[in-house]
Nanobody
Framework: QVQLVESGGGSVQAGGSLRLSCAASGYTLSYNYMAWFRQAPGKEREGVATIYTRGASTYYADSVKGRFTISQDNAKNTVYLEMNSLKPEDTAMYYC???????????????????WGQGTQVTVSS
């Protein structure tokens, strides 16, 4: 089993920045990818970014490219999401996820991930 705990959410004004953290514990060898998803009220959960934990490959949603950066600290089993130039449309609950087989064609599909955190709220005001 893997446990994921997110932190770092909050409220910011448009143009501001936040950094989310996701700390993993348990059997961390059971996954190869860690990702961030988000879900706004009334919308489907969407993939934001993912990182291959055995290397450094990353994938991003078009809506966040150039503004968000996913990174990892393997010694701490922690993945980060640095979010800059935040927009009101970035407002959502952000979830951390871990999976074994996600790749360039499927990384944004929630069903590629076996483990999920409880989420952390990000609110961006205009």
């Amino acid at each position: 089993q893997v446990q994921l705990v997110e932190s770092g959410g909050g409220s910011v004004q448009a143009g501001g920045s936040l950094r989310l953290s996701c700390a993993a514990s348990g059997y961390t060898l059971s996954y190869n990818y860690m990702a961030w998803f988000r879900q706004a009220p009334g919308k489907e959960r969407e993939g934001v970014a993912t990182i291959y934990t055995r290397g450094a490959s990353t994938y991003y949603a078009d809506s966040v490219k150039g503004r968000f950066t996913i990174s990892q600290d393997n010694a701490k089993n922690t993945v980060y999401l640095e979010m800059n130039s935040l927009k009101p449309e970035d407002t959502a609950m952000y979830y951390c996820a871990a999976g074994k087989f996600a790749g360039p064609m499927t990384w944004a599909r929630p069903d590629e991930y076996n483990y999920w955190g409880q989420g952390t709220q990000v609110t961006v005001s205009s």
